[in-house]
Every structure is written in C-alpha cells, then in structure tokens.
C-alpha cells in the first residue's frame, strides 16, 4: 500500500498548481503513513515546542514527545535552554510531566534523580552492581535552540542549525521584532483530526470569511494576499496579506517607529515545516505547534503574544488580555469544527481528492515539502 500511495503523492506534488488537488485521502488516516512520517519526518526536522519566554528562569521546564521520544526542555544555570530524554536510565520511567520549576528531577519509581543537564546524582542501592558507574550516566540530549523567540528542538544530532535552515525566513520576519514580543498565554489542545488537516488548515485564508465569519473573516481582504513569487522553499512557506480598517487589532502601535507605510498594516504568515505555523502582526502573534498522536489527533501549542510598546499601553492589561484569549479560543473553536469535519471526511469511503483554489496555493507547497520528506 505505502509506495503506490507515496507514488501517487509524488505525482500530486509535481503538478503546476492550476492543476493541483489536495492529497490521497489516506495521506491522512494510514496509521503506515504516520510511522513513516514519523521515521522520516519528526526524526529529523526542527519541532518548535513554543515560546522561550514561557520559561523565563532558570530551572523552568516543560515537557514534549516528539516522535515516540519524550524530553524536558529546561532552562540551565547558564540560562540557556536544553533538551534531555525524559526517560530514566534504570528501567525507563518518565521522570516528569507536564512544565513547573526544578533543581533536579527525580524518577518517581525508583527515585534515581538528575541534574537539569541530565548528569545522573543519585541512584540508592546500587553499590553491589559492577556494571554500575554513576559518574558516567548521563540523560541523553536532544539539539534545542532558540531562535527570534521560538524553541525549536531536533532529535537529529546532524541537523543544520534552524537559524541556517531558516535563513531566507528571517530577512522577512527581522523588521517586526518578534522576539521582543511577550507571551500572554500558551497552553495545550487535543483534537480528533490528524496533524496534517489543521496544518493545511492554518496556511490559507480561502475559509476566512466563511469558517470565521463570526470572528477574523470579516476584517480580511482576500484579494489582497499575497505570495512570494521567487519559487518555492525547502523548508518554510509563508504570505501577506492585509486587515481592513475594521479590524480591531493587526495594526502598529504609534509607539512602534520602525515599521513604515504598508506595513504597519501589513500581516506575515509563515508556515515552518512540518508543523509551526503563526499569524505575525506589527501588534501581536498567535501561533500553534502541533505533534501527531496517532493519525487521528493531533496535539496543539496554542499561544499568544503581544508588542511590547501594545502591552505597555494598557491600562488594565490582565482585561485585555482576558479579551484577547477568548477572542482567540472563539476563532480556535471555529477552526477546531472544519478540521474535524474534515478528518471525518478524509474516512469516508466516496470521498476524493478535489481541486485546490489559487488561494491555497501553500498547501500545494505542503504536499511538495511531504512529497521530498517522504518518497523515495
């Protein structure tokens, strides 16, 4: 099954997108196509795993699985982030769960305990083991980097550093200064639709004014997206577009002073592949990070940050802020519906591929990015 339908998937990406339709529907239900994703994939790419200034101090910490492999992302003594399989040397316990602050984190079946760096401390009743040397067990590491804001790791120790990866990417985002932004909320979803329907469906606008009339559908000019028209990238997608004079946020703060013309109105949307994507305004972001959990749900990141000059003007920033997030749950909701209804499509037996719209013009370079990633 898995090299007809690769096949099939590598004849999709090469066609010119006026000729383009979405993917096999098994791209998305095949548990064999996850394992290979999987393999091939999430193995191998840069995950972002959210916002570094969700751990601020040293010593905080979040917990992630990426590709079968749970870590803790830590922030060290040196202040800078790591990542640590979260998985005890003795007989391969999880060590901890969820985020919060440690000195050390201690196995909560046998107690052996571990340094933030993964240097093993502590192992009772094991001075009779000869194979035993405490001084040279150490948790293995994952490559964990920050870049303009993001933690991105990658289990590949091979990998080119995202900041290389991600180098054509940056020219276009460095004007906004997202790293400066501040985190206002981040949290964790689970829904039942496979990672790649909420992928496709964050990179288009083509819904915006149906799917989100009630909330963001109504402030964006369709015809006014625009693409980059220099060919496609290996390793990230993204577009333009801009809000009308109605919308209630998207725009530069006065105090903003380098952002100039158009775009202080003027959104950016890229897509990081496989699966960060994020709406950069001159005021805010708001983003999602997602990691399969089975072909049938996917695991979100879900979070929000504000210009800091935004921030600073509020006169009662926890109400905004309130706002701001259930405003953006509302828009989350409307989304969650489509892409679960679009998952249920993809199991139905009369379903078949349909032709994509010029507007979905990134997903089309999803399914090339699939096809390099996944076909022989």
Request: hydrophobic share 40%.
């Amino acid at each position: 099954m898995l090299p007809g339908l690769l096949k099939t998937l590598k004849q999709v990406a090469a066609s010119p997108l006026s000729q383009a339709t979405t993917m096999p529907k098994e791209i998305y239900t095949s548990p064999i196509v996850l394992d290979h994703e999987t393999q091939h994939i999430f193995s191998k790419e840069w995950i972002c795993v959210g916002r570094a200034d969700s751990l601020p101090k040293i010593g905080d910490y979040m917990t992630v699985e990426i590709a079968n492999q749970p870590l803790i992302v830590t922030r060290g003594k040196d202040g800078k982030l790591n990542a640590i399989s979260n998985i005890c040397l003795h007989r391969g316990m999880v060590l901890a769960q969820g985020r919060g602050n440690a000195k050390k984190f201690t196995c909560p079946y046998h107690a052996w305990t571990y340094q933030p760096d993964g240097k093993l401390v502590a192992a009772a009743f094991m001075d009779k083991t000869e194979c035993f040397d405490k001084s040279a067990m150490r948790l293995p590491q994952a490559r964990c980097e920050e870049y303009l804001g993001w933690i991105y790791v990658n289990l590949d120790p091979d990998a080119v550093s995202v900041r290389d990866q991600l180098s054509e990417l940056t020219e276009l985002l460095e004007p906004y200064h997202m790293e400066n932004y501040v985190s206002i909320f981040e949290e964790e979803h689970h829904w039942n639709t496979n990672w790649k329907c909420l992928t496709e469906n964050f990179m288009e606008g083509y819904h915006l004014p149906v799917a989100h009339q009630a909330t963001v559908g109504a402030h964006f000019n369709l015809m006014d997206t625009e693409f980059d028209e220099r060919g496609k990238f290996d390793h990230f997608t993204y577009q333009y577009f801009t809000k009308k004079d109605s919308a209630p946020v998207g725009t530069a703060h006065p105090a903003n002073t380098w952002l100039t013309g158009k775009w202080r109105s003027t959104s950016i949307m890229p897509t990081v592949f496989p699966s960060h994507m994020y709406v950069l305004a001159p005021d805010h972001l708001w983003y999602l990070a997602l990691l399969p959990d089975g072909p049938d749900h996917v695991r979100i990141r879900y979070g929000a940050a504000m210009a800091p000059e935004v921030l600073e003007a509020w006169d009662n920033p926890e109400a905004m802020i309130a706002d701001t997030k259930a405003f953006l749950d509302d828009v989350q909701e409307e989304d969650r519906a489509v892409v679960e209804g679009i998952f249920r499509g993809a199991k139905a037996p009369m379903t078949k591929a349909g032709p994509l719209s010029w507007l979905e013009r990134e997903n089309h370079e999803f399914t090339n990015y699939l096809a390099r990633m996944l076909c022989p």
